[in-house]
Each structure stands twice: as structure tokens, then as C-alpha cells.
């Protein structure tokens, strides 16, 4: 069983940052791809960033060259860095561990980009 927690949302101002974490607890050894997806209100969940086993990253165009994702295995935690925020960030992010062909979600944290 995979536990998987995140944190780190809030109300920015658009051009701020925050940095999400996602924390994974249970038997992954790091052999997982990690996910973070995004909902707005009204709109269906999407992907925003993954990063697997090998280390290979994947980005929504929409935050490409803005948000990073990034881990630490030895902490079993990701994190999802984003700059320059904007309005259109604003959503609920969840974090995704897949792992076996089983996945496994956060309760989601909710971050705001508003002046």
C-alpha cells in the first residue's frame, strides 16, 4: 500500500512561485513514475508534469519553462516548482504515484493565483 500526501499550495500573486510537495510512504523503492495533475474548477483534471523511474520528464506545454519537477528518492518526495504563476494556474493538484500498473492519489492541495 502506497501512501501519497502533498502540501505546499496557497493564494500567490500572479508572478509569484510556489514549490508543491508530494510525499509517497509504502513499498516504491523508487521504481515509480510520479505525476501531478491539476483541476480547475469546472474543467476536467490534466496533466501538468511526470517524472519516471529513469528520471525522464514530461510537461503540459502550457507550463513548459515555468514549473519543474523534480524528486528526491532516498526521501521518497517529489516537488513541483512553479514560477511565474498565472491565473490560469489556479487549480486543485494532485499528486499520482504509478507504480506495478497500480495508481495511487493524494487528497490534493489547492493553489490560487490571484491579485
Known amino acids: 500500500q502506497v501512501q501519497v500526501v502533498e502540501s505546499g499550495g496557497g493564494l500567490v500573486q500572479p508572478g509569484g512561485s510556489l514549490r508543491l510537495s508530494c510525499a509517497a510512504s509504502g513499498s516504491i523503492f523508487g521504481f515509480y513514475t510520479m505525476t501531478w495533475y491539476r483541476q480547475a474548477a469546472g474543467f476536467a483534471r490534466e496533466l501538468v508534469a511526470s517524472?519516471?523511474?529513469?528520471?525522464?520528464?514530461n510537461y503540459a506545454d502550457s507550463v513548459k519553462g515555468r514549473f519543474t519537477i523534480s524528486r528526491d528518492l532516498a526521501k521518497n518526495t517529489g516537488y513541483l516548482q512553479m514560477n511565474n504563476l498565472k491565473s490560469e494556474d489556479t487549480a486543485v493538484y494532485y499528486c499520482?504515484?504509478?507504480?506495478?500498473?497500480?495508481?495511487?492519489w493524494g487528497q490534493g492541495t489547492q493553489v490560487t493565483v490571484s491579485s
Open positions: 499520482n504515484i504509478h507504480i506495478l500498473r497500480l495508481d495511487y
Open positions: 517524472i519516471d523511474s529513469g528520471g525522464t520528464r
